[in-house]
């Protein structure tokens, strides 16, 4: 039990708090992408992905291409805490597919 238990976490993830990897890591939140394209969602190893752009990497407002069945769409990032499955969306100013 630590003092960050994630599960107290009943809201969005915040811009200014859950801004870098690390502090989402920290903080317990869980990421996975969404494809904008083909809908795809697929898990991401936060750890990996620290290990490959450093703790002070963002996720918010990137996107990587979609490997799903060549899709090669956008597939932005999310959250969710480790308990509730309800994802959120790591934009800062979503909008609408074209
Ligand atoms: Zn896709």
Redesign the pocket.
Known sequence: MGARNPERYSSPPDWHTHRTLGQMKDAGWRLGTW?T??G?AAPVDIDQLIELRGREASPWDRYIV?G?RN?R?R?IFKAATSRADLWYRLTRNWTRGV
Request: hydrophobic share 10%; net charge neutral; charged share 0%.
């Open positions: 494809c394209n083909c795809n979609c799903y899709c769409g597939a």
